[in-house]
């Protein structure tokens, strides 16, 4: 079950992070952040909640001023392999463009990240463009982005079988 995380989350959110596979692509988030999101109005800490257990986590940070857009910046599940990631972003991208009104929800992967990168097309996510060793690995090498977007409109010709 998607739900808004609440402080109470902190320490399973500290835990899940934690779990193999869960750092790769981002860095680790201290329990102050986790509260200070928790608490700020142009953020989302979204949690996918299993029989009690904190089973992934998204952060997104939320433009609902004029554009109303939200950047997923973070994003995982564990256990993996368990359909727990794609149900969970579902929900994700039904609570943005259903509860908050987005027209656009949009990330950045790594470029070596194949399945992150098939995961989000498989979500109705497009490329549109890259940043060309625009950050740097936690190997300390200088990788490429590549920005992806799924669009309100598009998603429903995705959702229908259609291809934008």
């Known amino acids: 079950m998607l739900r808004h995380a609440t402080s109470g989350d902190i320490p399973a959110l500290m835990e899940l992070q934690s779990a193999p596979g869960m750092l790769d692509g981002f860095n680790p988030v201290s329990a ?39 950047e997923l910046r973070k994003f995982g599940t564990h256990p993996t392999g368990q359909g727990h990631g794609s149900a969970f972003a579902q929900s994700v991208l039904d609570e943005m463009f259903n509860k908050f009104g987005m027209f656009r929800v949009e990330t950045e992967v790594y470029s070596g ?36 977007a799924c669009l309100f409109s598009e998603r429903n010709l995705a959702e229908d079988g259609q291809r934008p």
């Open 32 to 70: 102050d952040s986790y509260a200070k999101m928790i608490a700020h109005a142009e953020r989302a800490l979204l949690v996918w909640d299993i029989d009690g257990a904190i089973c992934g986590m998204a952060m997104l940070a939320l433009e609902t001023r004029r554009h109303f857009f939200a």
């Open 113 to 148: 990240n194949a399945r992150a990168v098939a995961f989000y097309r498989r979500l109705g996510f497009v490329e549109e463009g890259c940043l060309r060793q625009a950050v740097r690995s936690h190997a300390g090498e200088r990788v490429d982005l590549i920005q992806m």
